[in-house]
């Protein structure tokens, strides 16, 4: 307390530095990647801008399908495959098609190659889904509660103490916490933000993605917001509710299907074709997945 040089003495209580520290106000969005959400520019994005020359002597593409010509719009044989040993001799004119019965041929083996990216699990199902909105859902942004789930799934197994954000974050959270003022003081905001970039943002590229189907719809992802809802604290123990909204793009670029690993699988010159091939033009779609987890600790836990 100080005290005025009047006779008559008035208090006046003096705020200390821990008073004068402002509480973080929530819900608050602690980070965002550089990449934007819903980025409609972004490369992989693309559709219907590719002439047949250009697939042909860019990216290689003479021969996508066993099962159809797209640029001849014919159905093919046996023999027309590359690996057949008649396909130089006997290669016979194939069924005449219509254009929309050649992209739904092509959908159709799309979705049936499919099935080597995807062999179990509870999420093996999503990669037909998709391939369907693609076909139909005219580029329309894609939700499904089974990626909800995986995202939560992968953000409370990571047990990474390096690249866990949800443990680089509990870590930030009791550092930073004003644990007599029972707050998390807003100066000290940024401290959150970097501790997730000490760690590695949730994707599916870890083995098992390679057969459960997350590595083939998702894999890596886009963009990034983060964001502590709630925070409370009491007891020398806190608990907040972060949220992560989280957006991939389900298209291909030039990158992509320029790597050996992706262009040798029909699979991907199908996809590649279907979407960029100015003759179809089949959009590419937002891949919108959220997940809200708890992060409980205490002040003097080890």
Known sequence: ???????????????TSTELMAALQFPSTIFKTQKWMDDYSASDMRCGDLTEAQLKSRYRLDYISDRVDPWTLTRRSSMDRPQSMFCCNLRRAGEKITRQQCAAMLFDEFRSLSRKFSLYGPYSHLIEKMITHMQNGNDTPFRDMSLDRALKEQIIRDSSEKNSTRILLSKALKTGIDWESKHFPAEKQDRLRKAILEGRLPKFDRFQDNFNGMGITVHDTWATHITIKSLHIENDRYRAVVHYKVQDHFGLDSDDITKTKFNQFHFFRIWFVLQRYNQFGFKPFMTNMEATVEIIGARNEI
């Open 1 to 15: 307390m100080i005290y005025t040089p009047a006779s008559r003495r008035v208090l006046f209580p003096v705020k």
